[in-house]
């Protein structure tokens, strides 16, 4: 079993949380907040993938 990882757990929380906010945006069909959270999604999503591929490199 793999240790526990703080950073990869936090990045994971902050991903979880764009996508609900991603849905309470569209529940209250406010269209600057959509674009927000999917933004937020992707950039907290990028930013895991890339230091997953890095820490593999190591």
């Given at each position: 079993?793999?240790?526990?990882?703080?950073?990869?757990?936090?990045?994971?929380?902050?991903?979880?949380?764009?996508?609900?906010?991603?849905?309470?945006?569209?529940a209250y069909r406010h269209v600057p907040a959509?674009?927000?959270?999917?933004?937020?999604?992707?950039?907290?999503?990028?930013?895991?993938?890339?230091?997953?591929?890095?820490?593999?490199?190591?």
């Amino acid at each position: 079993m793999n240790k526990f990882q703080p950073l990869f757990f936090m990045i994971a929380l902050l991903a979880t949380a764009a996508m609900i906010s991603i849905g309470i945006a569209i529940a209250y069909r406010h269209v600057p907040a959509i674009v927000a959270s999917i933004v937020a999604l992707f950039a907290v999503m990028g930013l895991g993938f890339s230091l997953k591929r890095k820490k593999k490199m190591r």
